[in-house]
T-cell receptor, first 113, second 117 residues
Framework: AQSVTQLGSHVSVSEGALVLLRCNYS??????LFWYVQYPNQGLQLLLK??????LVKGINGFEAEFKKSETSFHLTKPSAHMSDAAEYFC???????????FGKGTTLSVSS | DADVTQTPRNRITKTGKRIMLECSQT?????MYWYRQDPGLGLRLIYY???????NKGEISDGYSVSRQAQAKFSLSLESAIPNQTALYFC????????????????FGPGTRLTVL
């Protein structure tokens, strides 16, 4: 079975500071990993995904994530936060063959000026 | 135009009423999904369909049913709505991906906010 744990339901940073959102996964098969963002009153938008190959994945809006198999982690980072990054972020892992994504509970990112 | 649309966007109903949420997509994807989102719980899978004749229960299917009317349409029904079904409901689509990747990314609709009184 697959599962995702997002550490910290709420993260607050100052504008210009490093953003680090933590995600650990459990998977009995090689995982496919995703980060989605949800802006207020909107649906989910894909930030980035890891399938195979390079373990450092770059996404939209300056975000990136690194797949670390030994740590079963897929943390999301951005060097410098913008006010527009304030949103809820979801980490997800693919389920076993034939099932859908398994989502974490989400992390709300607040950015202060 | 949006690739994945959901109707209605907001709905308030009473306990015991039957309600249907509709999802349409123009992405040409075979795979469609229904999730519900509750604060602090993330998204949980209700049902999914890999083609018109293939429908599967997800993690929390009790109290829900679905219909895949066509490749592009996937409806979610609450036969007798109850207050704990108050939530934000999302439809999503995906294709199998390419180059051996089994699961491609999922594309989400804007959501339907359902309130059951």
């Amino acid at each position: 079975a697959q599962s995702v744990t997002q550490l910290g339901s709420h993260v607050s940073v100052s504008e210009g500071a490093l953003v680090l959102l933590r995600c650990n996964y459990s998977s009995s098969v090689p995982p496919y990993l995703f980060w989605y963002v949800q802006y207020p009153n909107q649906g989910l938008q894909l930030l980035l995904k890891y399938t195979t190959g390079a373990t450092l994945v770059k996404g939209i809006n300056g975000f990136e994530a690194e797949f670390k198999k030994s740590e079963t982690s897929f943390h999301l980072t951005k060097p410098s936060a913008h006010m527009s990054d304030a949103a809820e972020y979801f980490c997800a892992v693919s389920g076993k063959a034939g099932t859908a994504l398994i989502f974490g509970k989400g992390t709300t990112l607040s950015v202060s000026s | 135009d949006a690739d994945v649309t959901q109707t209605p966007r907001n709905r308030i109903t009473k306990t015991g009423k039957r309600i249907m949420l509709e999802c349409s997509q123009t992405k040409g994807h075979d795979r469609m999904y229904w999730y519900r989102q509750d604060p602090g719980l993330g998204l949980r899978l209700i049902y999914y369909s890999f083609d018109v004749k293939d429908i599967n229960k997800g993690e929390i299917s009790d109290g829900y049913s679905v219909s895949r009317q066509a490749q592009a349409k996937f409806s979610l029904s609450l036969e007798s709505a109850i207050p704990n079904q108050t939530a934000l409901y999302f439809c999503a689509t995906s294709d199998p991906g390419t180059s051996g990747v089994i699961f491609g990314e999922q594309f989400f609709g804007p959501g339907t906010r359902l309130t059951v009184l």
